[in-house]
């Protein structure tokens, strides 16, 4: 490099690396700046080694000056890529703990493909993702499916929580089914037998229990590696019936918690009464979750593990087992609950309702299950903002359903075309039209670009009909104006159960301010498609929506005016939408 060319180099490598800093809480990494440098000016990639030690150089710099310094100094020299950064530099989670103590970050989702995911499961699926992706790690999704009689995994939950992740754009780099891995799990508890920090316990469950609690041990404790081994064998070919012996990790028999004293590790499970969806009867002895997980945690080199605080009794057990294989344990982050008032994320709520009928499917528009907020157009973009504005605090958390609108908003707002939805639709017949009128009805106020829906009135002897909301007829009274919106100002002559009469009033919309008439949307007679709302208490609206929708296509969302967003289901003689908020 030139002298100019590094004088070049490092302020473009200042201002990366400030960025940087500003978006993990202070502490800028030498990668990430190194990626975009080269971005930027990729003719330096031939001079590599000199670049990354100049890399190094600043961030260094850098990570020395305070946060406020830091920013203080991107206003400074670089005020336009702060704006455009905002909303990310907003959007911070706070750094992972000692995550440069590890060449490459590693987290994980790992679900029991027996239930639908929820909100709840979002929160570990996006932290996950996200940290993996914020340190240029690796994100991995791992069923754990290792419980085929009271946990039993369903085959279409594993691909509807696939598609659920894809649908968060959770991408993730690699996936293990538990059920494949059965023999690497043979080969730790025979290790951990052999070592003589197990064994096999063939007391009847109680009379394990009564003894723990009071801090004693079994019998099986003492047993020798030899004669567990044997046991191991017996539990494996068929010589142990379900129930009958069970694998324990020794812990610490004075444990404070007695639910982590020689916890459970691999028991027997008859899978001819009670196959596998995966693997059927192959296996009898199968782990329990601490073992299966703490095994895979450690093998697959996840360096952090970022789950609810439910799991704190978890760690402790895992640690044991951990400690026994000479294993170091991942960094264990632990957030607390996330409540969402007005919706069930309780796993046994939802299958009590979907049991007694009270739900009709796990996408009912109730529930905030992820397939149920996907059907009403709760975009992931809004999952992703919320859950990282809720970080992984270990607080308990309650939102409530306006939050999350809240959120949505803000995206589907600006993208979502404008139409007319009649809802429980009454004629309404305006005389004294002077003349045809065009109106023209731009698809979103602040994108003329994107074009208009056009609907022509051509009145027969002045006279024109059209279908109004049975939700204005407070604002249809007799003698009182009211705007068509985008057409004309009419007033209301006669009020009948089944037909309002109306004059032509004006035309301008001025003309209608002057007056102080509301503005209500309209659909020409004979025009339109049926319509039929879903909506979030799982009722229906029925009404009309404009001729334009016919047009429409599954998954759009649009915004029926004065009526709120929704989502696009279905587009046959009947458009069927689902209702998502205001
Ligand atoms: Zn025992």
């Known amino acids: 490099m030139t002298l100019d060319e590094n004088v070049e180099a490092r302020e473009i490598i200042q201002k990366f690396a400030l960025l940087n800093a500003l978006r993990y809480g202070g502490k800028a990494q030498s990668k990430p700046v190194l990626g975009k440098l080269l971005g930027e000016c990729p003719h330096l990639r031939g001079n590599i080694i000199e670049v990354t030690g100049l890399i190094d150089e600043v961030v260094q710099e850098v990570n020395r000056l305070s946060l406020e310094k830091q920013r203080k100094l991107v206003e400074e020299k670089w005020p336009e890529v702060l704006v455009s950064e905002k909303v990310e530099i907003e959007r911070v989670l706070p750094p992972l703990p000692n995550a440069e103590k590890y060449r490459r970050v590693v987290t994980r989702f790992s679900p029991n493909p027996d239930f639908v995911l929820h909100l709840g499961s979002a ?69 951990i037998l052999k070592d003589g920090h197990a064994y096999v316990c063939t007391c009847k469950r109680q009379d394990f229990q009564e003894k723990v609690r009071v801090k004693q041990q079994c019998p099986c404790r003492d047993l020798t590696s030899k004669e567990n081994l044997l046991r191991w064998k017996g539990m494996l070919n068929g010589t142990y019936g379900e129930g009958e012996a069970v694998v324990r990790v020794k812990t610490d028999l004075d444990h404070p918690n007695p639910a982590v004293r020689d916890w459970p590790a691999l028991r027997i499970i008859d899978t001819e009464k009670y196959p596998h969806p995966r693997v059927g009867s192959k296996y009898r002895v199968w782990p329990l979750y601490n073992f299966a997980c703490g095994v895979d945690d450690h093998l697959m080199g996840v360096t952090h593990v970022i789950r609810g605080k439910e799991h704190l009794t978890n760690q402790a057990r895992q640690e044991y087992m951990y400690r026994h294989f000479g294993w170091k344990y991942p960094e264990a982050i632990h957030y607390g609950r996330l409540k969402i008032t007005g919706a069930s994320l309780s796993k046994s709520v939802i299958l009590q309702g979907l049991r007694d009928g009270l739900f009709k499917h796990w996408d ?116 009182g104006k009211v705007r068509f919106m ?97």
């Not at 109306?502 to 919309?509: K, L, N, R």
């Open 123 to 191: 929160r570990a699926i996006i932290l996950s993702y996200e940290y993996a992706k914020m340190y240029n790690g690796q994100f991995f999704l791992r069923f754990e499916d290792t419980d085929p009689k009271t946990k039993k995994p369903k085959l279409h939950f594993y691909d509807s929580i696939r598609e659920d992740l894809a649908w968060l754009g959770c991408k993730w780099d690699a996936e293990f089914i538990q059920s494949d891995r059965l023999k690497i799990y043979y080969e730790y508890a025979e290790k």
């Open 364 to 479: 009912d528009s109730r529930l905030a299950t992820l397939p149920a907020l996907r059907r009403r157009g709760i975009t992931p973009e809004a999952i992703h903002h919320l859950i990282i504005d809720v970080g992984p605090k270990t607080a308990d958390v309650v939102l409530s359903w306006e939050n999350l609108y809240a959120y949505n908003r803000k995206i589907i707002d600006p993208a979502a075309n404008r139409y007319f939805f009649v809802r429980d639709p009454t004629k309404l017949t305006v005389k004294n039209i002077p003349h045809a009128f065009t109106a023209q009805l731009p698809l979103h106020p602040d994108h003329p670009e994107r074009g208009f829906r056009s609907y022509k009135i051509e009145p027969e002897k002045g006279e024109a009909s059209f279908l109004v909301s049975s939700d204005d007829t407070g604002l249809l009274k007799i003698g």
């Open 486 to 582: 985008g057409l004309f100002n009419l007033q209301v002559e006669k009020v009948g159960k089944i037909l309002i009469q109306a004059f032509f009033h004006s035309e301008s919309y001025e003309e209608a301010k002057k007056l102080g008439a509301p503005l209500i949307h309209w659909i020409p007679m004979n025009s339109g498609i049926p319509c039929e709302v879903v909506m979030p208490d799982a009722s229906t609206a029925n009404g009309v929506a404009e001729e334009a929708c016919k047009t429409l296509s599954p998954n759009e969302i649009i915004q029926f005016e004065r009526f709120g967003f929704v989502r696009i289901d279905k587009v046959n003689k009947k458009l069927t939408v689902y209702f998502a908020h205001r």
